[in-house]
């Protein structure tokens, strides 16, 4: 696989990196698509990129380098998240499965109480909804204007989650979404 994950020292050595790359970007689904450097600044120093809780890397394409960051969020939850962002030039080349699949196979092998991995994004981001469904992720939940929006109105937040036990084998495991019958 192309990609790999390297991680990043948020107070010392990746610090001014880690900004640059935050700043210089726009994140259009994220819900501050563009941070500043007084945010980022101050997620650094509360431990949002490294903690107890949260894990961050760089990720490394060995052909292209650099090519984006992802955290692993919720670290004493027993169903950790994570962010995922690339840099603007390597949107759109179809690296997000196997970034997806690099990241879902650190957080399995890494973290054997973790049975469940999940992630969300808005309605309208796409690409990275078919990015979870080609990666073996089910969606889950479609929460109704469940995300806010700068600027505008709020789109509907949805969940995908893939179980260890659907990693492990390959084979996706689903549920019937309308359960219930008058």
């Known amino acids: 696989m192309p990609i790999n994950l390297v991680r990043l020292e948020p107070r010392d050595d990746d610090h001014e990196a880690l900004v640059d790359f935050m700043t210089r970007n726009e994140f259009p689904f994220h819900s501050t698509p563009r941070p500043t450097r007084q945010a980022i600044e101050a997620a650094i120093a509360g431990g949002a990129y490294r903690d107890e809780d949260n894990d961050s890397f760089w990720i490394e394409h060995t052909e292209h380098g650099r090519i984006g960051f992802a955290r692993v969020e919720d670290l004493q939850d027993p169903t950790p998240m994570f962010d995922l962002r690339l840099d603007g030039e390597f949107r759109g080349r179809g690296l997000g499965s196997d970034i997806l699949r690099v990241l879902t196979r650190h957080v399995f092998t890494t973290r054997p109480g973790t049975d469940r991995f999940e992630g969300q994004t808005r309605e309208d981001n796409i690409a990275m909804r078919k990015t979870f469904l080609r990666c073996g992720w089910v969606?889950?939940?479609?929460?109704?204007?469940?995300?806010?929006?700068?600027?505008?109105?709020?789109?509907?937040?949805?969940?995908?989650?893939?179980?260890?036990?659907?990693?492990?084998?390959?084979?996706t495991t689903t549920f019937v979404w309308e359960d219930l019958t008058d």
């Not at 109704?144 to 492990?168: H, N, Q, T």
Request: net charge negative; aromatic share 12%.
């Open 139 to 171: 969606k889950e939940a479609h929460y109704r204007e469940g995300w806010p929006v700068e600027g505008g109105s709020a789109v509907a937040s949805v969940a995908y989650a893939i179980l260890r036990r659907d990693w492990e084998s390959g084979q």
